[in-house]
């Protein structure tokens, strides 16, 4: 078993930034893909974006270019660096291994207001 534990979220003005991290309980982002997903009240859940194994990572269109997905070296934390937020953004921030069937975090809010 694994828990995924999130951390720094928070209310943010519009064009600010946040860095949310994922710690695990055990080194288990060396061997899976890392993804970060976000729900907004009342919308689906939304892939925010993924590191692999391997270090690639991948954005949706709504984020690329604002966010970005980065693991220590020691694979025990992954974080997501957030900038140029926006009111859209506001949505709680949730980590996952493995797949929806697989671990998740208790999710961190974000919310984004002036």
């Known amino acids: 078993q694994v828990q995924l534990v999130e951390s720094g979220g928070g209310l943010v003005q519009p064009g600010g930034s946040l860095r949310l991290s994922c710690s695990a309980s055990?080194?288990?982002?060396?061997?899976?893909?890392t993804n970060w997903y976000r729900q907004a009240p009342g919308k689906q859940r939304e892939l925010v974006g993924q590191?692999?194994?391997?270090?690639?990572?991948w954005y949706p269109n709504s984020v690329k270019g604002r966010f970005t997905i980065s693991r220590d070296n020691a694979k025990t934390t992954v974080f997501l660096q957030m900038d140029s937020l926006k009111p859209e953004d506001t949505a709680v921030y949730y980590c996952?291994?493995?797949?929806?069937?697989?671990?998740w975090g208790q999710g961190t809010q974000v919310t984004v207001s002036s």
């Open positions: 055990r080194n288990i982002f060396s061997g899976y893909t």
């Open positions: 590191i692999s194994s391997g270090g690639s990572t």
């Open positions: 996952n291994v493995g797949g929806v069937h697989g671990y």
